[in-house]
DNA sequence: AAGCCGGGGAT
DNA sequence: ATCCCAGGCTT
């Protein structure tokens, strides 16, 4: 499926403009959920232990669970406490991280082990705001410490978290934005399951649960819920379903800024007839006649001498009468954005019909026979426009 | 706000 | 090939 932002029928500043509420139940739905249907057999799970719960929480950033599992089971086996990891040197630490990736993680599992050891005698802080201090601790790490060793209410904001709230409330534009981030913040806090004498255990279980929803059923492909509405415990609320955006909730990440290319179209003109070359099978427009091209070498562009080069090509066909500045246009490619300008030269006579220097075929086409022949789309374009007799 | 880090799975 | 993953740190 195509990516096409201007298709997108929310835009970010609409959604942001009419904020969604959270169901009054939203956090004990996924507690339900989670204890019937979501993961409990992790390596990390059902303990209280937070050096293993916190050593599990580094592992997992950016890394999926697959991949996490052997490293950490060979890493506690080998380092089982939080003053053993503290007093292991730095070489073991990175030996038993190697092939994790991300290393810094690694470099600041050590520091934060030993400021753990020096600044809170040897246990971990159960309070997120204290947590987030420590080295390598970002505020969703120290939620989810916090939850899963001590019960404590705070929510986590992850790559699934963010997919799920993005489906079920239609939040458009890239999570990664700060806007958006801040608001799914916001959803975050009013998601979580309600304070009160079941807290502890229910934070644990939404905290897995809303984290198991979006990697085990709205998972980035394939949702359960387009198979079976019965999947997920939000369907019934989730705007997405609801409209069909699941596939392009949660927007992605905006591709990186292509680089500009330009080009100079030669409009070669006879009468009606405008000359045309065929491109070569490879490449950019294979097998397609376009406009013959001239390179351009001078920043910034210099029309003059744009059209001084245009007349030395035309006098290698015939008796050229004047040259002039006949349209600009951009083409978009996938990798690249193409700035082409095209100049007109009206040609009195035409000596020579063929003899391109690459050649490759060259032929005359009729402005009143374009469809004789398959050109690319801004080529189409500047053609029709001599057709018309328009200068752009 | 944007860039950086990294190996691996899913599509 | 491209995107993304139980993000956080630096500039």
Redesign the pocket.
Same mark, same amino acid.
């Given at each position: 499926m195509p990516r096409k932002s201007a298709a997108l029928p929310l835009s970010p500043a609409s959604s942001l403009a009419a904020p969604v509420s959270v169901p009054s139940d939203f956090g004990m739905r996924v507690v339900s959920w989670q204890r019937q249907h979501g993961?409990h057999d992790?390596p990390?799970?059902n303990t209280r232990d937070a050096y293993r719960i916190w050593l599990?929480?580094i592992m997992?950033?950016?890394?999926?669970?697959?991949?996490v599992i052997e490293y950490f089971q060979r890493f506690v086996t080998q380092l089982p406490t939080v003053a053993a990891l503290a007093a292991a040197p730095a070489d073991e630490v990175m030996a038993l991280w190697a092939?994790? +990736?991300?290393?810094? !993680?690694a470099r600041?599992l050590h520091r934060c082990a030993k400021a753990v050891m020096d600044e809170h005698g040897g246990v971990f802080p159960t309070d997120p705001a204290v947590l987030?201090t420590?080295?390598?601790?970002?505020?969703?790490?120290?939620a989810?410490v916090a939850a899963f060793s001590a019960g404590v209410r705070s929510p986590?904001l992850? +790559?699934?978290v963010? !997919?799920v709230f993005a489906r079920v409330f239609g939040i458009a534009g890239y999570p990664?934005?700060?806007?958006i981030e801040t608001r799914m913040w916001q959803l975050a806090e009013q998601a979580l399951p309600p304070a009160g004498p079941h807290q502890a255990e229910d934070m644990i279980a939404y905290t897995?649960g809303v984290?198991?929803l979006?990697?085990t059923v709205c998972?980035?492909?394939?949702p359960a819920c387009l198979s079976d509405a019965n999947a997920c415990p939000l369907a019934a609320d989730c705007v997405a379903r609801r409209d069909g955006l699941t596939a392009v909730l949660?927007t992605?990440?905006p591709?990186?800024a292509i680089p500009e290319r330009s080009t100079v179209m030669l409009v070669m003109r006879h009468g009606r007839d405008v000359l045309l070359g065929l491109r070569p099978d490879s490449g950019i427009w294979g097998g397609l006649w376009s406009l013959p091209e001239m390179p351009v070498d001078t920043v910034p562009f210099d029309i003059e001498a744009a059209e001084d080069a245009a007349l030395a090509y035309a006098r290698t066909l015939g008796k050229p009468s004047r040259a002039m500045l006949a349209g600009e246009l951009t083409h978009v490619f996938?990798?690249f954005r193409l700035l082409i300008r095209a100049i007109r030269v009206d040609l009195d006579a035409v000596t020579h019909t063929d003899g391109g220097a690459d050649d490759q075929p060259r032929r005359w086409l009729s402005l009143d026979d374009l469809d004789a022949l398959g050109t690319p789309a801004p080529v189409r374009r500047l053609l029709e426009d001599q057709a018309r007799g328009g200068l752009f």
């Open positions: 993961r992790l990390w799970q599990s929480e997992l950033q950016q890394t999926q669970v697959v991949a092939g994790l +990736g991300y290393y810094s !993680r600041n987030v420590l080295p390598g601790i970002g505020r969703s790490t120290a989810a986590i992850d +790559g699934n963010k !997919r990664g934005e700060r806007a897995q984290m198991d979006g990697a998972s980035r492909g394939k949660p992605p990440k591709r990186a996938t990798h």
